[in-house]
């Protein structure tokens, strides 16, 4: 289906709004309404979401329940605001994440509330493992995204966004990720690097790392790649860190995006779908004997942000048994397929498939390609972007709550962008 093509006004984006803006480019309509996984503009056009506000909102657009909790916390006066003060929204928060998620899983973390974005517990992440070991570097990745603030930026490894700090970026080491340079084993020459006494590189404080690179391409590490990097950190007495800002909540089949592989990060950070309803809140868990702050050492104005403790608490709900999980497995077989479908019925995309759960991609060696796609995606009706260094993989994040029909439709008008600007559509009599 292609969508009304009448004109939005955008001019006061434009005209008023920093150049810095993004998405309202990539999607130039304004939107009025969204639920489930639908948005709708103001000149009553529909859109299937493949984006979920890039991860943020894994549990689709205004949830009922959630929606109601919200409903009644501000009706009753709750508070809105309130630092790190003791609320009963976050005591119920804290006690149902236990009991949901740490305590089946067999895991000993204390939960941190930093700033309420994915920088802002990366920030604390990287100053938690710096203060523990008293050391200064931290290994990073190839492609890896971690943020947009400095020490974030400094494990960072796309060239535009670091650029942007204007500064040094220092006390990090980038490392290749697993596959990026076929038949190399970077983990063996990392672990050369730290013990050969004349190789100048420092024993680091910490390894920070995505198990799926969201913003560097899809790429998702081997569960024995990851396996071998927690083994090195153990070896050597180095903190394991594992981003799932993005990667977790669920994006992957399981809460965690490590769980299958059977790591035990030190630290993990969590922000984006925490809080299920798309309102900003972020934490950090961290292991009881690293958990060595003292009372206001890192800390941030909203960091207590009632309403999206409600509605994370809510979003516990879909955990309570494996049946969620469980569907996102299925789903992302029916996406797999029709991907792996996509690469074979079209080889001039030069495409491969890439990717875990809900966190897919196509990934094109044609320049350019992945964004026509979904710019072409857009103009019939579905909400798509690309990632990559290069913007050359077609990035698919749809909720997890999506169902067949959504995801039959979706990729129904992928495949007609391809063939559109593959130049194969049919010709319309």
């Not at 790429?219 to 396996?227: G, P, Q």
């Not at 399981?254 to 630290?267: L, R």
């Not at 072409?376 to 994040?397: A, H, N, Q, R, Y």
């Amino acid at each position: 289906m292609t969508n009304s093509n009448q004109k939005t006004d955008m001019s006061v984006f434009e005209n008023l709004e920093s150049e810095v803006r993004s998405y309202s480019r990539s999607f130039p309509t304004t939107f009025e309404k969204a639920k489930g996984y639908h948005m709708w503009d103001g000149n009553g056009n529909s859109y299937i979401d493949f984006f979920a506000g890039a991860g943020a909102l894994n549990y689709g657009h205004n949830d009922d329940a959630m929606q109601q909790k919200l409903i009644e916390y501000i009706q009753s006066d709750g508070l809105l605001h309130s630092l790190d003060m003791a609320t009963n929204a976050r005591a119920e928060f804290l006690k149902k994440f236990n009991e949901v998620i740490l305590e089946p899983r067999n895991m000993s973390y204390k939960i941190m509330f930093p700033g309420p974005t994915g920088t802002n517990t990366v920030e604390s992440a990287l100053k938690i493992a710096r203060k523990v070991t008293g050391r200064e570097k931290v290994v990073t990745f190839t492609n890896a995204f971690h943020g947009m603030t400095i020490g974030a930026l400094s494990v960072t490894g796309n060239a535009f966004k670091r650029h942007g700090a204007g500064i040094p970026l220092t006390y990090s080491m980038a490392m290749p990720y697993d596959d990026y340079m076929d038949g190399y084993d970077s983990l063996d020459y990392l672990e050369r690097m730290i013990q050969d006494g004349g190789s100048g590189i420092d024993l680091p404080a910490a390894i920070i790392l995505e198990t799926v690179q969201g913003e560097g391409g899809i790429n998702a590490a081997s569960f024995e790649w990851l396996k071998k990097v927690e083994e090195l950190c153990r070896r050597l007495d180095i903190m394991l860190i594992v981003d799932d800002v993005q990667a977790g909540c669920g994006r992957t089949g399981t809460f965690f995006s490590f769980e299958k592989a059977g790591i035990s990060p030190d630290v993990v950070c969590l922000s984006k779908s925490i809080s299920g309803s798309g309102l900003p809140m972020a934490i950090t868990l961290i292991k009881p004997e690293y958990d060595q702050w003292g009372p206001g050492e890192h800390n941030g104005t909203f960091r207590g942000n009632n309403l999206a403790f409600v509605t994370a608490t809510e979003a516990l709900d879909y955990w309570k048994t494996n049946e969620f999980s469980e569907s996102i497995e299925e789903k992302s077989g029916l996406f797999q397929k029709r991907l792996y479908q996509f690469v074979k019925d079209y080889p001039e995309l030069e495409g491969e498939v890439r990717g875990r759960g809900l966190m897919l991609g196509i990934a094109s060696k044609k320049e350019g390609l992945a964004g026509q796609i979904a710019a072409e995606s857009f103009k019939k009706g579905l909400i798509i972007e690309t990632s990559g260094p290069d913007d050359e993989v077609l990035k698919m994040l749809p909720p997890l709550i999506i169902d067949e029909e959504g995801i039959s439709k979706g990729l129904d008008i992928i495949e007609e962008s391809i063939k559109a600007v593959l130049g194969k559509e049919e010709a319309k009599v």
